[in-house]
Nanobody, 114 residues
């Protein structure tokens, strides 16, 4: 499984970005796709996730501002990020879990200026 993340960039506080993560390879039994982030000097943390059944989960810090969605036909997961804050600055990684295991994308940098 290969994951290609895109959509990161530099944005002012209050702005929006949309991240995409396209999966390719063996898609058998995808159960979960999620977004994580890691800021300098901090541990990687879950931002948002969505199961194959469409159930979503969000970190408290992004609830009401971020929305995770997926297009099963395209094997792609999205993260719409609104009302961005400087503390959202981090490298964002996508993760996929299927019958073969857990896989990570290469990460995309999101920088929010104040």
């Amino acid at each position: 499984v290969q994951l290609q993340a895109s959509g990161g960039g530099l944005v002012q506080a209050g702005g929006s970005l949309r991240l995409s993560c396209a999966a390719s390879g063996s898609m058998l039994g995808i159960s979960y796709m999620g977004w994580y982030r890691q800021a300098p000097g901090k541990q990687r943390e879950l931002v948002a996730s969505i199961t194959s059944g469409g159930s979503t989960n969000y970190a408290d810090s992004v609830k009401g501002r971020f929305t995770v969605s997926r297009d099963n036909a395209k094997n792609t997961v999205y993260l719409q990020m609104n009302s961005l804050k400087p503390e959202d600055t981090a490298v964002y990684f996508c993760n996929l879990k299927n019958s073969y295991g857990s896989f990570w994308g290469q990460g995309t940098q999101v920088t929010v200026s104040s």
